[in-house]
Every structure is written in C-alpha cells, then in structure tokens.
C-alpha cells in the first residue's frame, strides 16, 4: 500500500539554526500538508499546499516556517531560526482531494 | 470551550472485549469525520473516515455520527492486544478549509 515517507525520523539542532524536514507525499496525491504534536498534546495542523501554493495556515505557522515543493517528488518544511518550544514530532500528510489524509510516520525534532 | 474533547483514559478492557471511543465536538460546520489509531513513536494511521451523520462499518470497526448531539464514537468488537494503541478522532468543515481538527486521544490497553 502507497505511504508518506519522512526523513529524518530524528533530528537534533541547535537553537537559532535552521532545520529541514522532508516528506515524499503519496504519488497520486494533490494536498499537502505538515501537522505537529508537541509531547504530550493534541496533533496540531500547520499548513497545506496545493498547487504549488499554501492554500491554508494556522497561526502557528509564522515567519520562521515556509514550505516548499522543490521537485515532483518531495515536500519540505523549513523551519528558519529554531526556538525551543518547536521540539515536537512534525508529520507530513497527503491526500487525492476530499478524501482523508495519510500520515507518514513523522521527523522528531529535537532543539538543545 | 474545546472545540474537539476526547476522553484520555487509559481505557483498559479483556481481550475479545467490544471498545467504545467517543469524542464531542463544538463546531456545527464539520462534515468530515475520521478516526486514526496511533502507536507508540508512529504516525497517525487511518481507520475510518465518513461523511456526516450515519453508521460506517469495516470489519471489526464501526464508526457512528451524530451530528445533532455533535458526538460521534468508533466501536471496535473482539478487541485484540494488538489494538491496543492510542486512538484520535478528527473532524474537518465542508468548505474550502482542509485542516484537521483532533482529539486528545484515548489511549486503549486490551489485556490478553
């Protein structure tokens, strides 16, 4: 069965550096998009992209993100001068349209 | 007021055991329901995803909607050992927006 592929599944940086996180999206699949649990708490949605463009945003996704669909393949999140409070699992989701999203299994980042 | 309330647990029951999950939800503009089963360090994993108000079933699986008392439950009968996992709902509104709103998650313990 197609799935979402993440890489890295761990990542650790230093506070100020930029971090990015990868996802191939399922092939067929058109939306994109990037959620985050922070330990302990609920998923949480940041974006979505469609058409090569972000179609939706929480206000979580501020300045410091962008997203970005750099061939036809990959889907990346870049996160320019980490904080903190970013740690927490970031997953990438696709779908075909209105049906459900699929999750990959997700990048734990970590910011010492 | 929260717009998704999932009760945490720990839900603890038997093996072969029927499971009742259930979330209330706020936001009468949801028209999309689904429910994803989580592991430990996994990503969310689609079970089941419906359409307004009614019953959906698949196998062992039944997901219910009830959108006058904004409350909708997923059944699993003969529980397993290996459905033990953390279980979200998620809901999104029939519009152009597609984010996820979930659940906090109950997290289900199926004693062999």
Known sequence: EPEVTQTPSHQVTQMGQEVILRCVPISNHLYFYWYRQILGQKVEFLVSFYNNEISEKSEIFDDQFSVERPDGSNFTLKIRSTKLEDSAMYFCASSAGTEAQHFGDGTRLSIL | ?112
Do not use: H
């Open chain 2, 1 to 112: 007021q929260k717009e998704v309330e999932q009760d945490p647990g720990p839900l603890s029951v038997p093996e072969g055991a029927i499971v009742s999950l259930n979330c209330t939800y706020s936001n009468s503009a949801f028209q999309y329901f689904m429910w994803y089963r989580q592991y430990s360090r996994k990503g969310p994993e689609l079970l089941m995803y419906t359409y307004s108000s009614g019953n959906k079933e698949d196998g062992r699986f039944t997901a219910q909607v009830d959108k006058s008392s904004k409350y909708i439950s997923l059944f699993i009968r003969d529980s397993q050992p290996s459905d033990s996992a953390t279980y979200l709902c998620a809901m999104r509104e029939d519009t152009g927006r597609r984010a996820l709103t979930f659940g906090s998650g109950t997290r289900l313990q199926v004693q062999p």
